[in-house]
């Protein structure tokens, strides 16, 4: 009952986050509508101990069919060497650092095109089989949703001042501020903390994001 409890939230906070719209089915005839699943993990503490069920709604992106459900697929990932400079780079020139975790990140992405998939399974009443959802954002499963949410964090960063660098898509550049991104983490370096903070409070506006704190061990990296 624990994970039931967990989906309960997880299909919660997706309608919370406009995630699809319910239509019927047969308004959707010829179109591909993809199975959905669960995907279900205890998280522990380091001692063993159980410290949250998590329940993540997925779409099932192994039925889809390129150029019906999706086309571009390619998201970039942070090269390991941009990684290990920047780290070094913080500590040498003793700049302030801050580690930040997007919610849900693919989640606040857009989709792009028509996806159609299957209702939340364990939540169906009487005649819910008469209906589909159309989905209004990116959710886990789908082949593109990297990409979508890459290129929305993409557009958000340079609408606030950012460059891409043009030797790693993933590393952002500006006057007062560096941003390293992987997947949905994002590590900011800059003279103050302060500086750091402003541009969170502006990306919270926007997003749903937690601060992790300073970045003592980002992919398992010791700082």
């Not at 650092?97 to 209702?119: H, M, R």
């Amino acid at each position: 009952h624990k994970f039931r409890d967990a989906a309960l939230k997880e299909v919660q906070s997706l309608e919370e986050k406009d995630s699809w719209e319910v239509v019927k089915r047969s308004s959707v005839d010829g179109k591909n509508v993809l199975p959905a699943t669960w995907a279900l993990k205890r998280k522990r503490f380091p001692d063993g101990r159980i410290r949250k069920y998590k329940a993540r709604f997925c779409v099932r992106g192994d039925r889809q069919v390129f150029g019906l459900d999706f086309d571009e697929t390619y998201a970039p990932v942070v090269q390991w060497s941009t990684v290990r400079l920047m780290l070094s780079l913080s500590l040498s020139l003793g700049l302030k650092t801050k580690q930040v975790d997007y919610s849900n990140a693919f989640v606040q992405a857009d989709i792009d095109g028509e996806v159609y998939c299957e209702l939340p399974q364990e939540f169906l009443g009487p005649g819910a089989g008469d209906y589909v959802l159309k989905l209004r954002k990116s959710l886990y499963g789908l082949k593109q949703a990297p990409r979508l949410w890459f290129k929305t964090l993409e557009k958000s960063l340079h609408q606030r001042g950012f460059e891409s660098s043009k030797v790693d898509p993933c590393l952002f550049l500006k006057d007062d501020l560096i941003a390293v991104v992987y997947v949905d983490d994002v590590l900011f370096f800059g003279k103050s903390d302060a500086i750091i903070d402003k541009m969170i409070a502006s990306l919270k506006r926007d997003f749903d994001l937690n601060v992790e704190g300073t970045v003592e061990a980002f992919l398992g990296v010791e700082v």
